[in-house]
T-cell receptor, first 113, second 116 residues
Framework: GENVEQHPSTLSVQEGDSAVIKCTYS??????FPWYKQELGKGPQLIID?????GEKKDQRIAVTLNKTAKHFSLHITETQPEDSAVYFC????????????FGTGTRLLVSP | EAGVAQSPRYKIIEKRQSVAFWCNPI?????LYWYQQILGQGPKLLIQ????????DSQLPKDRFSAERLKGVDSTLKIQPAKLEDSAVYLC??????????????FGEGSRLTVL
């Protein structure tokens, strides 16, 4: 089955800096890669996703890149703000039948003012 | 639209006791998921329903965990008897489309279980 590894486990940046979180996946059939943000005491919330037919996707200060050959994808947050502080999870799955979404172990991002 | 509702938010029990969690998904969402999130880890899928049928329960410890989704709407997750390692947050999620890979999952705030 799919296995998703995520690094780093914690990331501290100054406000205004960029943050990068990296994930690798094991199943070459995976073709959908969402990123979820989880704030303290809340459930995860989708912030951006990418499908395997594109290499990069941007949404304001957030971007995701995908390298299918290397089987890794990354989340990039520019101009970080204190409200970006949260735990971020990458995930992977593919669209053959009812395939489950497999999450990474999470990255705790702390943005200091 | 109203989000995914879960209750109770917190539960403390002793090992070998039983507990039940309830979830009400977003109206019209056909697919419902229960995830287990142990502290410091990512969510792990326990069971996935499509309407009121089970499509994946491969990671559900069936000797102690059970779940049902009556009438394709609300769902309950039960643990009996509980073990110390069941301490976790139990997240319910729902989605419009049948598979997790084609649509956004909407999560509830979770039910935090502590087993003493």
């Amino acid at each position: 089955g799919e296995n998703v590894e995520q690094h780093p486990s914690t990331l501290s940046v100054q406000e205004g800096d960029s943050a990068v979180i990296k994930c690798t996946y094991s199943d070459s059939a995976s073709n959908y890669f969402p990123w979820y943000k989880q704030e303290l005491g809340k459930g995860p919330q989708l912030i951006i996703d990418i499908r395997s037919n594109v290499g990069e996707k941007k949404d304001q200060r957030i971007a995701v890149t995908l390298n299918k050959t290397a089987k890794h994808f990354s989340l990039h947050i520019t101009e970080t703000q204190p409200e970006d502080s949260a735990v971020y999870f990458c995930a992977a799955t593919h669209n053959t039948g009812f395939q489950k979404l497999v999450f990474g172990t999470g990255t705790r991002l702390l943005v200091s003012p | 639209e109203a989000g995914v509702a879960q209750s109770p938010r917190y539960k403390i029990i002793e090992k070998r006791q039983s507990v039940a969690f309830w979830c009400n998904p977003i109206s019209g969402h056909a697919t419902l998921y229960w995830y287990q999130q142990i502290l410091g880890q990512g969510p792990k899928l326990l069971i996935q329903f499509q309407n009121n049928g089970v499509v994946d329960d491969s990671q559900l410890p069936k000797d102690r965990f059970s779940a049902e989704r009556l009438k394709g709407v609300d769902s309950t997750l039960k643990i009996q008897p509980a073990k110390l390692e069941d301490s976790a947050v139990y997240l319910c999620a729902s989605s419009r489309i049948g598979t997790a890979n084609t649509g956004e999952l909407f999560f509830g705030e979770g039910s935090r279980l502590t087993v003493l």
